[in-house]
């Protein structure tokens, strides 16, 4: 009986109920936000894109071992950039790999579409040696194999690959190549339900080995990454699979990491041709008194620094929980020793009575051992049945260094830089699910995000990341192209408060070139303050008073002054020479930092914005709102053929925006106005809805600019908002006045006209009434007092 199929759970459910109990709290030490963002395309922070309209998914990455070359495989083709200059990414050269008309309707027949799944997606691509490049792609279900000429860049060979990448394009695998043979970690199946770990190209006359098929080593596993130790000649893979050693309602994920000495040829007569030395062990990521995090998305490898002990390698993996319904992942980083250690310790064997798995009993040195292709047949017996390991590898400090409740992070890339005061730093490069890259340096107070910056749009199913540390740059491939995304841009920080506040081990202030600068290139010392604030010290305290904005409003107008915040670490505070506390019944303070109030006698006045973060502060902002004469002097010249293009309902409003000073910032808006960008125009808004319509206001809508600037004396007034003056109103009004007291002295000229000339009209005298007078000119109001009255008329017979 298979173990892994039959076996049943070890922990009773009064275990599980406790873990669930425990899990149910929430995490603890989440991210900070990023302290800067940047959106795509942003102007400020520029990333090098590459695409070709007829070429998508370049998502299987290569650089060359001079980082010169960046080669790509995509779907259909396999192309060379050349990437030796930062900026730029050109293409070199591209060759065409497609199935044929007869493969993609073979493929369409075993219920493929033929547009999605049948083309040919190039999933590995790895020098197979000095000359040549290996690559294997899907081609329409049915695995294929080609050796590409680098010099050349046209293919020499190709051919079937079954078990060299998966049939299906969106399964994950695994594929290197060590000193020419290839080790593939995939499915062999066209439904892909059938793993393996392959060694192909054998060399030294070795016989090319896998894993045993008639025992279930794997349970649908997604494989990830693999890395190679050097030292023991040991390959490892990481990838996440169904645990069978917990038997639980629904399947329980568990991320491994699996070992196969590289060398390994196989028994001579038990496990001929497989592999002795394969063996797995549980990778626990959890924070304490949670739910673990279960599912492996990636791993990257870190080697020690030049001179240390291969055992000193570190394995970054990024995790996230079945469980969660949020986007929640983590990072756990592991140390090669401790994978070594677990590999080398107990053992669990399976119990086909009880169902089972129970600690193996007795000395067992030979599991997870090398060289057993001697080995007697019980022992490789002893081999085929015992793979799993007793123990869990734990993380470095026992826990994750990064937990994000926020972001789902699906690729991670990590290195160390060496600050200027000496100390190395590790940072990680975090691509989110949604696009995004986070910048995070691990401190010892905990991990920072220093910047985010915004790599792609749309959710990518297929996406990889390449980083050279050498020249700075990581390189992201998704369906959209290639992206490269420098490792830092110290530029963007214009003053040396803000270059200090960035805690960037990459950049720092320079005091003699009066500039943030990388430390690669500059000549001078650099000032930093990564691990405290520091920055009075640093920078010493900035006394230049920033010159006052003057805005003039009519009184009773309501303003907005709106603040950018230098960071989105920073917290905003307004001041005022008038008070000593700015009154909330007069004042209205938002979130984003604006401040709103009606112009009065009591508001007319200066108002400063001062922004702090790590207890730093500096004044971002100044105005000097003052009254202004009169609604007609205010009035700028305006377009009339523009006239009824802008219609604002909030046309009360004069607001306010910062300008775009040399000392910019670099946080850029996002969705929901998350965050505030620096390249907004800079615009005052005179609007009629009042003080209820502060916060509708639409920083979006177009506003288009006058040639002079009467309010304010640096901006023009919007014509948008010019339209609805007091003098229209009145000139209107006037004019509908004359009219009406023209036609009421036409109408009255007429009637004494016609009484003129003797024709019919009301008699005076009413014949049912003769004590009654009927005179037009009655309907003519009398100025004139009752003693002051005219002759009585008299009725005569």
């Not at 649908?220 to 699979?241: C, G, M, N, Q, W």
């Not at 009360?652 to 505030?676: A, G, I, M, N, Q």
């Not at 023209?742 to 009637?751: D, K, M, R």
């Amino acid at each position: 009986m298979c173990p892994s199929r039959t076996s049943s759970s070890i922990m009773d459910p009064s275990g599980l109920l406790l873990l669930l109990l425990l899990g149910v709290q929430s995490s603890t030490g989440s991210l900070p936000p990023p302290r800067t963002s940047f959106l795509l395309n942003s102007a400020v922070r520029p990333l090098v894109h590459f695409s070709l309209p007829d070429v998508q998914n370049t998502n299987t990455l290569l650089l060359s071992d001079d980082g010169s070359t960046l080669y790509v495989g995509a779907q259909d083709a396999v192309l060379s950039l050349d990437v030796s200059q930062s900026d730029i990414i050109a293409l070199k050269k591209k060759v065409e790999w497609r199935p044929s008309n007869s493969d993609i309707t073979e493929c369409q027949r075993k219920g493929k579409n033929p547009s999605v799944d049948c083309p040919n997606y190039v999933r590995v691509l790895q020098l197979i040696n000095s000359t040549h490049l290996y690559v294997c792609g899907s081609y329409a279900y049915s695995p294929h194999n080609a050796y590409i000429d680098t010099e050349s860049f046209s293919m020499v060979q190709q051919g079937g690959a079954k078990g060299h990448c998966p049939f299906n394009p969106f399964q994950r695998n695994i594929g290197v190549t060590i000193e020419g043979e290839l080790f593939a970690a995939t499915t062999t199946d066209f439904k892909g339900v059938n793993p393996q770990i392959f060694r192909h190209f054998s060399k030294n006359g070795r016989s090319d080995v896998s894993l045993d098929s008639s025992l279930g080593l794997l349970e649908e596993p997604a494989f990830i990454s693999s890395s190679l130790d050097p030292a023991d000649r040991k390959l490892y893979f990481f990838f996440s699979e169904v645990g069978k050693e917990f038997n639980f309602v629904n399947k329980l994920q568990i991320a491994r990491v699996a070992q196969v000495c590289k060398d390994d040829v196989g028994g001579r007569r038990t496990l001929q041709k497989k592999w002795t030395s394969f063996a797995k062990a549980p990778l626990l990521c959890q924070s304490p008194r949670q739910l673990p995090f279960n599912v492996l998305q990636d791993v990257f490898t870190l080697q020690p620094p030049e001179g240390s002990n291969t055992s000193d390698t570190l394995f970054y993996g990024v995790f996230t929980s079945q469980w969660s319904s949020d986007s929640e992942s983590a990072v756990c980083v592991f140390r090669l020793q401790d994978i070594k250690t677990v590999f080398t310790g107990s053992y669990k064997t399976f119990d086909v009575g009880k169902h089972r798995w129970n600690p193996l009993q007795g000395q067992h040195s030979h599991l997870g051992k090398c060289g057993q292709d001697s080995a007697s047949d019980s022992i490789l017996d002893d081999i085929k049945k015992n793979f799993l390991t007793g123990g869990s590898v734990k993380p470095v400090g026992y826990g994750p260094i990064v937990v994000s409740s926020g972001q789902q992070y699906a690729r991670v890339a990590a290195m160390r830089t060496k600050a200027a005061n000496g100390n190395q730093y590790t940072v990680l490069f975090l691509l989110t699910e949604s696009g995004f890259f986070h910048k995070v340096v691990l401190f010892d107070l905990g991990p920072q995000v220093i910047e985010e910056i915004q790599v792609f749009k749309q959710p990518q199913l297929m996406k990889s990341i390449i980083l050279s540390s050498s020249k700075g740059v990581l390189y992201v491939g998704t369906s959209e192209g290639v992206t490269a995304v420098p490792l830092a841009n110290c530029s963007i920080y214009k003053t040396c408060s803000q270059c200090v506040l960035a805690r960037d081990p990459f950049c720092g202030w320079s005091p003699t070139q009066r500039a943030c600068t990388s430390l690669d290139t500059s000549p001078d010392p650099i000032v930093q303050a990564l691990e405290n604030g520091g920055v009075d010290e640093k920078c010493g305290r900035v006394t230049r008073k920033r010159q006052d904005r003057e805005i003039l409003v009519p009184l009773n107008e309501a303003v907005r002054l709106e603040c950018v915040k230098p960071s989105n670490l920073a917290t905003l505070t307004w001041t005022s020479s008038q008070f000593e506390n700015l009154p909330e019944n007069l004042f209205i303070q938002s979130a984003e930092g604006k401040l709103s109030f009606f112009a009065t006698d009591a508001t007319f006045g200066s108002y400063q914005c001062e922004a702090e973060e790590a207890g730093y502060k500096e004044v971002v902002a100044s105005f000097s709102v003052r009254q202004i004469a009169s609604p007609r002097s205010v009035r700028p010249s305006a377009d009339v053929n523009n006239d009824n293009d802008h219609k604002h309902k909030d046309d009360d409003l004069v607001t306010v925006e910062p300008e775009v000073l040399e000392e910019s910032y670099p946080t850029e808006s996002k969705r929901d106005d998350k965050f505030t960008t620096i390249d907004k125009e800079i615009v005052i808004k005179k609007n009629h809805s009042g003080l209820g319509n502060i916060f509708q206001h639409n920083n979006s809508e177009s506003t288009p600019t006058s040639n002079r600037d009467v309010q304010c004396g640096r901006k023009p007034l919007s014509e948008a908002h010019e339209k609805y003056s007091y003098f229209s109103a009145l000139v209107w009004v006037s004019i509908l006045l004359a009219v009406c007291i023209c036609v009421l002295i036409l109408g009255c000229l007429y009637l004494w006209h016609q009484n003129n000339l003797g024709l019919k009209v009301t008699p005076l005298v009413s014949e049912k009434d003769s004590s009654h007078v009927n005179n037009c000119m009655e309907t003519v109001p009398s100025l004139s007092t009752t003693e002051d009255a005219g002759p009585e008329l008299k009725v005569v017979d």
